[in-house]
């Protein structure tokens, strides 16, 4: 089993920002790349920001130059630091991990998600 477990999430004005949180753990081999997306009510998830095992990065462009993504030092944790928030912004943003696990006794490659954090912009 692997959880994702986010936090970070809350209320803050326009221009303001906020930094989430996402440490996964369980049963990992390897993590190939580890990413943040954010959805509203009525739309589909998109991307936000991902990260890979070596470094490169990758932005919506609505969010770029104001957003960064970084990992932990024990490259099983991912940071989203979000600057200059705008009201746009609000969204549930879920954690999601590209990695390799054990099941039985077989390596596979899966996906996971973690439980969402609300993240409201508004005066």
């Known amino acids: 089993q692997v959880q994702l477990v986010e936090s970070g999430g809350g209320l803050v004005q326009p221009g303001g920002s906020l930094k989430l949180s996402c440490a996964a753990s369980?049963?990992?081999?390897?993590?190939?790349?580890m990413g943040w997306y954010r959805q509203v009510p009525g739309a589909q998830r998109e991307l936000v920001a991902t990260?890979?095992?070596?470094?490169?990065?990758n932005y919506a462009d609505s969010v770029k130059g104001r957003f960064t993504i970084s990992r932990g030092n024990a490259k099983n944790t991912v940071y989203l630091q979000m600057n200059s928030l705008k009201p746009e912004d609000t969204a549930v943003y879920y954690c999601?991990?590209?990695?390799?696990?054990?099941?039985?006794?077989?390596?596979?490659?899966?996906?996971?998600w973690g439980q969402g954090t609300q993240v409201t912009v508004s005066s």
């Open positions: 369980g049963s990992i081999v390897s993590i190939y790349a």
């Open positions: 999601n991990a590209d990695l390799d696990t054990i099941v039985l006794i077989s390596r596979v490659r899966r996906a996971y």
């Open positions: 990260i890979t095992s070596g470094g490169s990065t």
